[in-house]
């Protein structure tokens, strides 16, 4: 079946511009999460969802950073005024529903986003 | 806070050589422990997990032991591939009803010569 997907592959942008990047999670995943991986690092916490609503966006870095998931399928991370410090890869993953258990993250190859 | 700490790379080893991949620990009450892997091109992947303590996560032959004692989930597997060249991360879950985020180690890149 499909995996996690991500859009776009790349993004290069220009300091100051708005982006916006989509999350297409697997079929009847309830649970949504969204990562940054900057270059030579792990993988960072951002936000998470459970249906449409985030329970929990406290790795966002600041308020420039905003996600929705209107339908508790897709979601959609914003950026706005980006600024260089941003440029890393953002990963979506999703899963079963976690309460009280623990079950795998499925991710999505990521979004490579480029500030100049 | 929670945190993830593994062994810094590159590991550079030869195809069929023993490997080890130190990872350790800081959480608050019962964490779960993953192993991800990151192919080239490719993107993360689960290899394995513990939810418990003693327990041993195993797949395509890689093992690790949830060790409480010792606050730590060390990677291993008795004779490396050329194909499991990759970006190993440690990572665990504080689990019990919490949002279940994953909270990575910086990665280990393996590179295994024929």
């Known amino acids: 079946g499909a995996g996690v997907s991500q859009t776009p592959s790349n993004k290069v942008t220009e300091k100051g511009k708005y982006v916006e990047l989509r999350c297409d999670p697997i079929s009847g995943h309830t649970a949504l999460y969204w990562y940054r991986q900057s270059l030579g690092q792990g993988p960072e916490f951002l936000i998470y969802f459970q249906g449409t609503g985030a329970a929990d966006d406290s790795g966002l870095p600041n308020d420039r950073f905003f996600a929705v998931r209107p339908e508790g399928s897709v979601s959609t991370l914003k950026i706005q005024r980006t600024e260089r410090g941003d440029s890393a890869v953002y990963l979506c993953a999703s899963s079963l529903p976690g309460s009280g258990s623990v079950n795998e993250q499925f991710f999505g190859p990521g979004t490579r986003l480029t500030v100049l | 806070g929670n945190s993830v700490t593994q062994m810094e790379g590159p590991v550079t080893l030869s195809e069929e050589a023993f490997l080890t991949i130190n990872c350790t620990y800081t959480?608050?009450?019962?964490?779960?422990l993953f192993w991800y892997v990151q192919y080239p091109g490719e993107g993360l992947q689960l290899l394995l997990k513990a939810t418990k303590a003693d327990d041993k996560g195993s797949n395509k032959g890689f093992e690790a032991t949830y060790r409480k004692e010792t606050t730590s989930f060390h990677l291993e597997k008795g004779s490396v591939q050329v194909s499991d060249s990759a970006v190993y991360f440690c990572a665990l879950t504080q689990g019990g009803g919490a949002t279940n985020k994953l909270i990575f180690g910086t990665g280990t890149l393996l590179a295994v010569q024929p």
């Open positions: 959480a608050t009450g019962y964490p779960s």
